[in-house]
Structures are given as structure tokens and as C-alpha cells.
């Protein structure tokens, strides 16, 4: 979940709104990587989630990392929330969940760095309270009811509206954990290939960092649960965006689809004013119920963008938000995945061209098909594992196109940090298919066995 965004004057009129948009437009030689991942936490000894307050809990590993490693603290009130340090954050999602919104960095080999580095840090702490993590999609245990919440406004107003526009909301806000990377756009019209590959291919990644067969401590028909989460919590705020594929869209038409999308809040004195269900136009003009009198501001315009969860979503970067949160092995595959795809414009070619004449129907097939059966699922003619084939292929080959070295200069690309999708590939296995195999094997049915095989 963002952080309350800050910067910007009123708004004046309608035009400054897909103008901040396209102020997201770099030269190619300024584009980055912002690597963003969560993971759960939970106490050794129970198996339990970790509170926010007390001797063993969320609290002790923020404050352990500002003392032992020197990230500055962020406050809402007097509760530390996250953490801040070179243009990097720690923040914590509703349930507890602990997550790195990594610096914007030029490869991916500084990304994995980073990755690497934060969660040996994390390790540190936690190995010292008695606490753990793990990288899953979602909770494999634990109910609603064992769910700490974290001191933040923005959750409280959310928790309660989630209850009332779907059956799933609490489940993703709560219980599920992600992998996601936050990329650069040149101009309006990359924005809109590259926006057009990511929504068409999101499923192709679902399938591949499928790592969500438990729920509530049962298998639940789903190599992906988190995926099937989505399909149910929102439906004016989610989804594959059919009108991306339109002719004429960009940044205007992307804004005309946020200013419909119902507000959650709006951030004032360091506080949330409830405005759940009210209308971003209606605020425009002045007239929204909770602030009446008062127009936005551009801060308030970026909250607002961070309201809307579809599979990709635009902000002045595009995320790519479909994957489930995985082991710490994987974390690094995710961003290369995607960069190999957008940033080489070659492979962006090759991408659009293998996507472009799907309608909106299959590509809403392939999302549900990716959820249930992973690398297994079939959609008419498409047969998800081949189709993870050629375009993990065209990934590796924007990755070796691009050529960025290590710091070492001995590794020559970054297309070593797809070796786990080449694996899932070759044995046509992902971490879901694997957690399947030890429930029906060597675990005997006992899910509480993946604490002890899969935590950090």
C-alpha cells in the first residue's frame, strides 16, 4: 500500500490532471527500476502473525533496523509505520505485512543488491526477537480473526469499505503478499505499448510466480489464491482495463478511468478524512461531502492514484502488479522479467505482436485460467506453458540486448536472474506446483511444515 503522496498545488483545472501524468515521461537513458516486494512475519515458537506493538513485533523490527541500520523513521502520530533511507522504504501493509519499496535504480543487478541487503538486514532483527519471515501470495494459515492491523488511518477507513463492494477485500488486504516492479515510460505512446504488453501479459506472470495453493490451512484449488482474491474485492477499481486497447488511449483517457474510480480518503494534518465513496469529479468542483468548499490539490490527485489496483496501473511509472510474493531466490526475477520485456524496444515489438490481436475476453480467460491451473492452463488455443516459453525468451533476449555488466564486470548481462523461470520452464513446476508436491509427499498433509522449509 502507498505512503500519503506530497507535492502540489491546487488544482486548477482539468488538463494539470493527465499533465502530472505525463510529467512520468523520461529519455531512455533516465529510465529505472523500482523493485517493491512484501513478505509475512510471524513469531518463531507460535507460527503466529506478529503484532504491531510489544517486546516481539512489527514495532521491534522497525525500530531494530533505524538503531542497527539507520533508516530515518516515518510517524502517523506517535506509531512508527515505515522506515526511509536513499530513496528507498519500509512500510507495512494492513496485516503486518513488512515491505520494501525499493530506490528507482538503474539495473538489475543494483536491485537485487538492494533486495539482498534489506532482507539480510530484516534477518538480523528478527532472528533476534524470536521472529521470522516468509514469502508466500497468501496467508497458508492464519484467519481473518488472527489478523493484527497496523495503526494506519488509510486502513481503518479501507477495511470497512472493502466489506462493502466485494467478498474477497479483506483476504488481499490482510492475507496476501506481492512481487512488483515499477518501470519508466519515454512518451505517451510507450506508455500505451507498454501499458497494452503488461495488462496482456500479467497473466503470463501470475502463472509463473504462482505461489498460493493453501488458504485457511487447505489446499484451495488455486495455484494462485491471491490471484482469485482480485478477481472478487473491487470491481470499479480492478481488473485487465478493456479500454487500454482502445484506439485513442492515453494519458486523458486513464484519467477520465481514476476520476470514476470511488475515493477512499483524502490526507489532511496528518490525518485520513473519510470519504469513502465520493467522487473525485464532485471534488474538482468543490463540492465533495467530506471537505465541502475545498478543491484538491495534485498530492491529493497522486492519493488518488494509488486508490485503483487493476493487474497493471499507471501513476507517472507503470506497476506491474500480477505476481505473488515468493522466496527470496525469485524476488530478483520478477523485475528482470519485466525489463526484458519494455525496456528493450525490440522485445516490446515482440511482446505487443504476440499479444495484439487477443480480444478482451481471452485475455480475461488466461487471468482466470493463470489462477487456478498456473503453468497448466489452456485457453483455447493457447497453452499457457508455451506461451511462458517464448515469452520468457523474449525477455532474456531484451535483457542481453541491453547488456548492462555487474559492478564486477566478470557477469556481462542480467539474464542470469531469469535462471528460476527457466527452471519453472524446463520442469514446468512454479513454487506452487513445488508446495503441492511436498503437501502430498513428504508432508503428509501438514501445512504448518512450510514455516520450517520456506522462511527467510
Excluded at 344 to 350: E, H, V
Amino acid at each position: 500500500m502507498s505512503i500519503p503522496q506530497s507535492g502540489g498545488g491546487p488544482i486548477e483545472n482539468f488538463n494539470q490532471l493527465a499533465e502530472f501524468l505525463e510529467k512520468g515521461c523520461k529519455p531512455k537513458d533516465k529510465w529505472r527500476i523500482g523493485t517493491e516486494h512484501e513478505k509475512f512475519a510471524y513469531c518463531q515458537d507460535t507460527l503466529k502473525p506478529l503484532p504491531y506493538d510489544g517486546e516481539r513485533s512489527i514495532k521491534s523490527i522497525l525500530t531494530g533496523l533505524q538503531n542497527d541500520f539507520a533508516w530515518a523513521p516515518v510517524f502517523e502520530g506517535e506509531n512508527i509505520i515505515g522506515l526511509e533511507k536513499d530513496g528507498a522504504n519500509v512500510s507495512l501493509e494492513p496485516g503486518g505485512q513488512l515491505e520494501l519499496s525499493g530506490a528507482p535504480l538503474e539495473t538489475i543487478h543494483e536491485t537485487c543488491d538492494e533486495v539482498n541487503t534489506h532482507l539480510r538486514e530484516v534477518q538480523s532483527v528478527a532472528d533476534r526477537i524470536g521472529a521470522k519471515f516468509i514469502g508466500l501470495g497468501a496467508a497458508p494459515q492464519w484467519s481473518h480473526e488472527q489478523m493484527p492491523m497496523m495503526p494506519k488511518g488509510r486502513y481503518k477507513l479501507m477495511t470497512d469499505y472493502m466489506g462493502r463492494v466485494g467478498t474477497h477485500g479483506t483476504q488481499m488486504m490482510y492475507r496476501t503478499c506481492t512481487v512488483q516492479v515499477n518501470l519508466d515510460f519515454g512518451s505517451e505512446a510507450d506508455m500505451v505499448q507498454k501499458m497494452r504488453v503488461a495488462l496482456a501479459l500479467q497473466p503470463v506472470a501470475v502463472a509463473l510466480f504462482a505461489n498460493s495453493p493453501f488458504f485457511e490451512n487447505k489446499l484451495n484449488g488455486h495455484k494462485s489464491w491471491r490471484s482469485r482474491i482480485w478477481r472478487s474485492l473491487d470491481d470499479a477499481r480492478t481488473g485487465m482495463l478493456p479500454f487500454v486497447f482502445d484506439d485513442g488511449f492515453g494519458f486523458e483517457a486513464w484519467v477520465d478511468y481514476v476520476l470514476d474510480v470511488p475515493m477512499y480518503f483524502v490526507y489532511r494534518d496528518g490525518k485520513y478524512i473519510d470519504a469513502l465513496g465520493q467522487s473525485f469529479r464532485d471534488f474538482l468542483s468543490g463540492n465533495l461531502p467530506a471537505l465541502p468548499g475545498e478543491v484538491p490539490t495534485l498530492s491529493d490527485w497522486a492519493d488518488h492514484l494509488t486508490t485503483v489496483f487493476p493487474e497493471a496501473r499507471m501513476k507517472q511509472f507503470i506497476e506491474m502488479r500480477g505476481a505473488d510474493g515468493g522466496p527470496w531466490r525469485r524476488l530478483c526475477a520478477l523485475p528482470a522479467f519485466w525489463v526484458g520485456l519494455t525496456y528493450d524496444q525490440t522485445a516490446l515489438d515482440a511482446a505487443w505482436d504476440l499479444v495484439k490481436d487477443w480480444d478482451a475476453e481471452t485475455r480475461d480467460a488466461l487471468r482466470v485460467a493463470a489462477s487456478v491451473d498456473g503453468l497448466q492452463a489452456q485457453v483455447g488455443d493457447i497453452n499457457m506453458h508455451e506461451l511462458a516459453r517464448e515469452v520468457v525468451a523474449i525477455s532474456n533476449a531484451g535483457l542481453k540486448a541491453r547488456a548492462r555488466k555487474g559492478a564486477d564486470g566478470l557477469i556481462l548481462d542480467e539474464t542470469h536472474f531469469l535462471n528460476a523461470l527457466h527452471e519453472s520452464i524446463e520442469t514446468g513446476k512454479t513454487p506452487a506446483d513445488e508446495l503441492i508436491d511436498r503437501y502430498n509427499g513428504d508432508w503428509n498433509g501438514d501445512i504448518s511444515r512450510i514455516y520450517d522449509d520456506y522462511s527467510y
